[in-house]
């Protein structure tokens, strides 16, 4: 039997290459595409993405470089432009009190112009400049010194990486949400090109925008067939800012959506080269029955749920709450009209003198913040510079409207942040019969989830990228998903039954029209499903025999004062409950339940989340988990740990007995040359070195990062990934058995990447496979699967500072090498020629 550090030592040079082999046993099968750091010759810190739709070319912003990957071709090296900052003007830049890592040119902007050309803006060593980019040639254009043809993008593209940002082109014309000093303290709702006269912006004031961080923007053009009024085109804004409508000590955050039309030119003299049009309202996105709200917008998608129809949009938007402790995410969707039902009601005014919000009376004609149409026209206005003065001092003092936009939740997920969100609609001719959502973590994977209806269920987890690598971009394109990390990118099929595996995940996915075909395979179907539960009744025609709500019995074998945490996915706004044994050893972490086991906790526990039901008015009862725990066998413990104990000494004595045959020969050694010397022979010196005598010292001799605490005893969830630790299995394997999630693959991480906060996107990403680092650790997940009558024998052993994983056989064997090893240390340490200062640890500097 080989020894656990033999193992081990085998299995480190195998983790270093583990991330490339997940992809390839991840992907392989669908015949996607995962591009990394080699592929991109390490350029790093990708943002910005902008696909031509017609020839499936993907233009990627990164720091100090242009990227064009042909996404029907990607396996061809992409094209590259490097677009940098010269030295003299990134000295500069960190004299002004800015790092290293911020006074490089992150490409922030990329826009079609129409004319064959890239708008390229960039952050310049925190002096945005702006270019053009040649598509046909892949070049920047050059001014007449053969340099680039730049011009200054203030206004246009964020001074500093980090900071939150949006643009939008809309019939060639720029409209941007970003800060427009070096300090970071202004910001700015503009149209940033056009005519000089043309390009306005909001009002300097705190009632227009409190500290916003702007999400996302979209351009909705009127279509001509469905627009007999005229109305005048419109682009929204969304963003989440500090509410001054809320009188509380604690700053309050709330998204907004804001609008503007695309004809406004200003005031002539009130509101000069502002906003005459400039209206915003709030985003509740708030499940009722719990009254837990989702105040933070972190990412917007838009769509079409009627193609070619621009009344149809729908605006999908991803929130996270100011409230919760732990991680959480929410998705809530908002119609077009309803946001343009709010921006017609009423308008919110604060009162000076007692500072309480009313409703303000009266409101002049034509009303504020109305876009020009041919109603308008009609009466005379027909540009924004001929508005009355008190119209344009009523919205300038009165931009926040009285109504909110308002939304239940779709999907709720807790232990999760959801990063970036993109939206495929499924169905037929007459209507969409649901959706699928495609969520990227910030662990580097891509989530879906079908809804359908207010029911909303999880069908794979994917892992695409290392466990440091933020998903933050995911575009659409001919039925795939092109995904985004600061170092990689992702090709994968997105749409299709054929997504979809085995027999469990195509039933969670038979609310899309999808079904298990007695050939082995998910096909759609036009079969509209029969009354009652169509998953339920879909799951129980797999070979697992159980329905989504009625999963079996997962038996698990524990020991006394083990803590561990039953999870129960939870993807119902409405809360979960757990039937249990009369006991107080519990403790309810969102849906999961952490259980120390005692004699009295022993028993069956039942996880029921509430979802809505058949008619989508009263939430009806789902059984999510149930697990049965049991005290293991103690006399095969018993004989085991006794096995383990006489391996233990029988190594120490052997270790004990080398080690003592070693220090003998050593010292005789010592003696010989001592006697040699007296004699007065001279010898070539051998003597080992202060250096030499550090490499021979032990691990236990450079200080080392603490072990990891286990998650036996800690009641982490099952999905986390911590410092990058390698889980052997996932929790979508449990998901499977709970009718919640059916990937089946393995997680992965081997390579260490470590943020730096200062740089572009907090992302600035260095990869590291150094085997002997104390960041590379082996952390143990407690799952439904793995546990099979052996959760009592699991333990966590650690030898030369690295986490392991092992029978109690194997941690005696550890433990006697371990021993073995301090013990000859110890003898060696006792000779003078091995007394030498400890060494430093790695990345540690002297005080002295």
């Given at each position: 039997?080989?020894?656990?550090?033999?193992?081990?030592?085998?299995?480190?040079?195998?983790?270093?290459?583990?991330?490339?082999?997940s992809w390839?046993?991840?992907?392989?099968?669908?015949?996607?595409?995962?591009?990394?750091?080699?592929?991109?010759?390490?350029?790093?810190?990708?943002?910005?993405?902008?696909?031509?739709?017609?020839?499936?070319?993907?233009?990627?912003?990164?720091?100090?470089?242009?990227?064009?990957?042909?996404?029907?071709?990607?396996?061809?090296?992409?094209?590259?432009?490097?677009?940098?900052?010269?030295?003299?003007?990134?000295?500069?830049?960190?004299?002004?009190?800015?790092t290293?890592?911020?006074?490089?040119?992150?490409?922030?902007?990329?826009?079609?112009?129409?004319?064959?050309?890239?708008?390229?803006?960039?952050?310049?060593?925190?002096?945005?400049?702006?270019a053009?980019?040649?598509?046909?040639?892949?070049?920047?254009?050059?001014?007449?010194?053969?340099?680039?043809?730049?011009?200054?993008?203030k206004?246009?593209?964020?001074?500093?990486?980090?900071?939150?940002?949006?643009?939008v082109?809309?019939?060639?014309?720029?409209?941007?949400?970003?800060?427009?000093n070096?300090?970071?303290?202004l910001?700015?709702?503009?149209?940033?090109?056009?005519?000089?006269?043309?390009?306005?912006?909001?009002?300097r004031?705190?009632?227009?925008?409190?500290?916003?961080?702007?999400?996302?923007?979209?351009?909705?053009?009127?279509s001509?067939d469905?627009?007999?009024?005229?109305?005048?085109?419109?682009?929204y804004?969304?963003?989440?800012?500090?509410?001054?409508?809320?009188?509380?000590?604690?700053?309050?955050?709330?998204?907004?959506?804001?609008?503007?039309?695309?004809?406004?030119v200003?005031?002539?003299?009130?509101?000069?080269?502002?906003?005459?049009?400039?209206?915003?309202?709030?985003?509740?996105?708030?499940?009722?029955?719990?009254g837990?709200?989702?105040?933070?917008?972190?990412?917007?998608?838009?769509?079409?749920?009627t193609?070619?129809?621009?009344?149809?949009?729908?605006?999908?938007?991803?929130f996270?709450?100011?409230?919760?402790r732990?991680?959480?995410?929410?998705?809530?969707?908002?119609?077009?009209?309803?946001?343009?039902?709010?921006?017609?009601?009423?308008?919110?005014?604060?009162?000076?003198?007692c500072?309480?919000?009313?409703?303000?009376?009266?409101?002049?004609?034509?009303?504020?913040?109305?876009?020009?149409?041919?109603?308008?026209?009609?009466e005379?206005?027909?540009?924004?510079?001929?508005?009355p003065?008190?119209?344009?001092?009523?919205?300038?003092?009165?931009?926040?409207?009285?109504?909110?936009?308002?939304?239940?939740?779709?999907?709720?997920?807790?232990?999760?942040?959801?990063?970036?969100?993109?939206?495929?609609?499924?169905?037929?001719?007459?209507?969409?019969?649901?959706?699928?959502?495609?969520?990227?973590?910030?662990?580097?994977?891509?989530?879906?989830?079908?809804?359908v209806?207010?029911?909303?269920?999880?069908?794979?987890e994917?892992p695409?990228?290392?466990?440091?690598?933020?998903?933050?971009?995911?575009?659409?394109?001919?039925?795939?998903?092109?995904?985004?990390?600061?170092?990689?990118?992702?090709r994968?099929?997105?749409?299709?039954c054929?997504l979809y595996?085995?027999?469990?995940?195509?039933?969670?996915?038979?609310?899309?029209?999808c079904?298990?075909?007695?050939?082995?395979?998910?096909?759609?179907?036009?079969?509209?499903?029969?009354?009652?539960?169509m998953?339920?009744?879909?799951?129980?025609?797999c070979?697992?025999?159980?329905?989504?709500?009625?999963?079996?019995?997962?038996?698990?074998?524990?020991?006394?004062?083990?803590?561990?945490?039953l999870?129960c996915?939870?993807?119902?706004?409405?809360p979960?409950?757990?039937?249990?044994?009369p006991?107080?050893?519990?403790?309810?972490?969102?849906?999961d339940?952490e259980?120390?086991?005692t004699?009295?906790?022993?028993?069956?526990?039942?996880?029921?989340?509430?979802?809505?039901?058949?008619?989508?008015?009263?939430?009806?009862?789902c059984?999510?988990?149930?697990?049965?725990?049991?005290?293991?066998?103690?006399?095969?413990?018993?004989a085991?740990?006794?096995?383990?104990?006489?391996?233990?000494?029988a190594?120490?004595?052997?270790?004990?007995?080398?080690?003592?045959?070693?220090?003998?020969?050593l010292?005789?050694?010592?003696?010989?040359?001592h006697?040699?010397?007296r004699?007065?022979?001279?010898?070539?010196?051998?003597?080992?070195?202060?250096?030499?005598?550090?490499?021979l010292l032990?691990?236990?001799a450079?200080?080392?990062?603490?072990?990891?605490?286990?998650?036996?005893?800690?009641?982490?969830?099952?999905?986390?990934?911590?410092?990058?630790?390698?889980?052997?299995?996932?929790?979508?394997?449990?998901?499977?058995s709970?009718?919640?999630?059916?990937?089946?693959?393995?997680?992965?991480s081997?390579?260490?990447?470590?943020?730096?906060?200062?740089?572009?996107?907090?992302?600035?990403?260095?990869?590291?496979?150094?085997?002997?680092?104390?960041?590379?650790?082996?952390?143990?997940?407690?799952?439904?699967?793995?546990?099979?009558?052996?959760?009592?024998?699991?333990?966590?052993?650690?030898l030369?500072?690295?986490?392991?994983e092992?029978d109690?056989?194997?941690?005696?064997?550890?433990?006697?090498?371990e021993q073995?090893?301090?013990?000859?240390?110890?003898?060696?340490?006792s000779?003078?020629?091995?007394?030498?200062?400890?060494?430093?640890?790695k990345?540690?500097?002297?005080?002295?």
């Open positions: 039997m080989m020894l656990p550090g033999g193992a081990m030592l085998i299995l480190l040079p195998m983790l270093c290459l583990l991330p490339g082999a390839a046993a991840t992907l392989g099968g669908l015949g996607d595409t995962i591009l990394g750091p080699k592929e991109f010759r390490d350029v790093a810190n990708f943002s910005t993405f902008l696909l031509d739709q017609s020839s499936g070319m993907l233009y990627l912003g990164a720091k100090d470089a242009i990227l064009a990957v042909d996404t029907n071709k990607p396996n061809q090296p992409p094209q590259m432009i490097v677009w940098d900052v010269p030295v003299d003007k990134r000295k500069s830049c960190v004299a002004k009190g800015k290293e890592a911020d006074c490089n040119n992150y490409i922030r902007l990329l826009e079609f112009l129409g004319d064959g050309r890239i708008y390229v803006c960039g952050t310049y060593a925190f002096d945005p400049q702006c053009f980019l040649e598509r046909s040639s892949f070049t920047l254009e050059k001014s007449e010194d053969g340099g680039v043809k730049m011009e200054t993008g206004g246009k593209c964020p001074f500093e990486p980090s900071q939150h940002y949006t643009a082109m809309a019939g060639g014309t720029l409209y941007t949400a970003a800060t427009s070096f300090l970071g303290t910001f700015d709702i503009s149209r940033a090109t056009g005519p000089e006269q043309e390009r306005i912006r909001t009002e004031s705190i009632n227009w925008l409190s500290d916003p961080e702007f999400v996302s923007s979209a351009f909705i053009e009127q001509a469905s627009n007999p009024t005229g109305d005048d085109d419109k682009i804004f969304f963003f989440t800012e500090v509410a001054k409508e809320y009188d509380l000590y604690t700053k309050v955050k709330v998204p907004r959506v804001a609008r503007v039309c695309k004809s406004d200003g005031g002539m003299k009130t509101l000069q080269r502002r906003w005459t049009t400039f209206l915003k309202a709030e985003l509740v996105c708030e499940d009722k029955p719990s837990q709200r989702y105040n933070i917008l972190t990412d917007v998608f838009t769509t079409q749920h193609p070619g129809d621009p009344s149809s949009t729908h605006f999908y938007g991803l996270t709450s100011q409230w919760q732990e991680e959480v995410s929410a998705v809530c969707v908002f119609s077009l009209s309803d946001i343009s039902k709010v921006m017609d009601g009423p308008f919110k005014e604060l009162k000076k003198t500072e309480n919000w009313i409703n303000p009376e009266p409101v002049p004609t034509p009303r504020p913040g109305q876009c020009l149409n041919n109603a308008l026209k009609a005379g206005f027909e540009s924004s510079l001929k508005l003065d008190k119209v344009l001092t009523f919205v300038r003092d009165h931009p926040l409207m009285e109504n909110s936009v308002t939304a239940a939740p779709l999907l709720v997920r807790k232990g999760i942040t959801y990063t970036k969100l993109a939206v495929t609609q499924t169905g037929s001719e007459e209507g969409p019969r649901g959706a699928v959502l495609h969520l990227g973590t910030d662990r580097g994977e891509l989530h879906r989830v079908a809804v209806g207010q029911n909303a269920t999880l069908l794979q994917i695409l990228f290392s466990s440091q690598e933020p998903v933050n971009n995911i575009l659409l394109h001919q039925g795939r998903a092109l995904v985004g990390s600061p170092l990689s990118l992702a994968i099929q997105a749409e299709g054929a595996p085995s027999c469990e995940v195509c039933a969670r996915a038979r609310g899309l029209g079904v298990w075909t007695t050939e082995g395979a998910c096909r759609p179907t036009t079969e509209e499903p029969g009354p009652g539960d998953i339920d009744d879909a799951l129980r025609k070979d697992i025999q159980e329905g989504r709500c009625t999963p079996s019995i997962r038996e698990m074998q524990v020991s006394k004062g083990l803590r561990l945490l999870p996915i939870q993807l119902s706004p409405r979960c409950s757990w039937e249990h044994p006991h107080r050893h519990t403790r309810q972490h969102h849906s339940l259980v120390t086991v004699e009295d906790s022993l028993g069956v526990y039942i996880c029921t989340c509430q979802e809505a039901g058949p008619g989508f008015r009263e939430p009806t009862p059984r999510r988990a149930a697990y049965q725990l049991t005290l293991k066998d103690p006399t095969s413990g018993g085991v740990a006794t096995a383990g104990g006489r391996h233990v000494l190594i120490y004595i052997l270790f004990f007995c080398g080690g003592l045959a070693f220090g003998v020969f010292i005789c050694f010592v003696n010989r040359r006697s040699i010397a004699q007065g022979h001279h010898l070539p010196d051998n003597s080992l070195s202060s250096e030499k005598g550090r490499d032990g691990s236990s450079t200080p080392q990062s603490p072990s990891s605490a286990s998650l036996l005893s800690e009641g982490f969830r099952l999905t986390e990934k911590r410092n990058g630790t390698a889980t052997t299995t996932t929790s979508t394997t449990l998901l499977s709970q009718g919640n999630g059916g990937h089946h693959g393995n997680s992965y081997g390579t260490l990447i470590h943020n730096n906060p200062s740089n572009g996107h907090g992302n600035s990403l260095y990869a590291n496979c150094n085997t002997s680092s104390s960041e590379l650790k082996f952390t143990e997940i407690l799952a439904a699967d793995m546990l099979d009558g052996r959760t009592g024998e699991r333990e966590k052993g650690n030369n500072g690295v986490e392991r092992g109690d056989v194997d941690e005696g064997l550890g433990d006697g090498v073995g090893i301090k013990g000859l240390e110890d003898e060696l340490a000779f003078p020629m091995f007394k030498s200062p400890a060494p430093l640890a990345c540690e500097e002297s005080s002295i």
